[in-house]
């Protein structure tokens, strides 16, 4: 019988997080404490731009970002949030979007599937995402399991279960 397998990654739905961030922009937009303090959610490229005229109201307009994207489904450990900095009269906080593994993540998560999962589990990095194979399938829905409580600091998902 030929081996199981399924990789783990970590990608944030494009869309999802669209759909997040123009809730986001509509809640600022209604919102009562935000009126006439400049409070915006845009994208700028790749990264959410958030802005505000007090370094307070753009910690608040970044709490609506997370609250919709937790509602959407998207774990904050994708979310790379950089701290508010000044610009001209504005204050503003770059949000990335983490995808796929780091390197050292990934040397991480497979130390801790050859320690922790059973035997007959084995690890690959590729690039950034990881195989996880085995001839068990109950044996990899073991390490799913493992994956998911573990605490790491990447939002895991699997994918190609076969």
Do not use: I, R
């Given at each position: 019988m030929a081996d199981s397998s399924f990789d783990v990654v970590s990608k944030v739905d494009k869309m999802e997080a669209d759909n997040a961030v123009n809730q986001a922009r509509k809640e600022v937009e209604q919102r009562y404490d935000f009126k006439n303090v400049g409070a915006e959610v845009d994208w700028s490229g790749e990264k959410i731009l958030l802005k505000a005229n007090t370094e307070e109201r753009v910690k608040a307009v970044l709490?609506?970002?997370?609250?919709?994207?937790?509602?959407r489904g998207i774990s904050l450990k994708s979310l790379d949030a950089g701290k508010p900095y000044a610009s001209g009269k504005e204050f503003r906080v770059e949000v990335g979007l983490k995808n796929g593994i780091e390197q050292d993540a990934a040397k991480k998560i497979s130390k801790l599937i050859r320690d922790e999962a059973p035997k007959s589990v084995k690890a690959q990095i590729q690039g950034d995402e990881l195989r996880v194979s085995s001839k068990s399938r109950d044996d990899l829905q073991a390490t799913m399991s493992l994956l998911k409580n573990a605490d790491l600091d990447v939002a895991l998902q699997f994918v190609n279960l076969r």
């Open positions: 709490d609506v970002l997370e609250s919709k994207f937790v509602k």
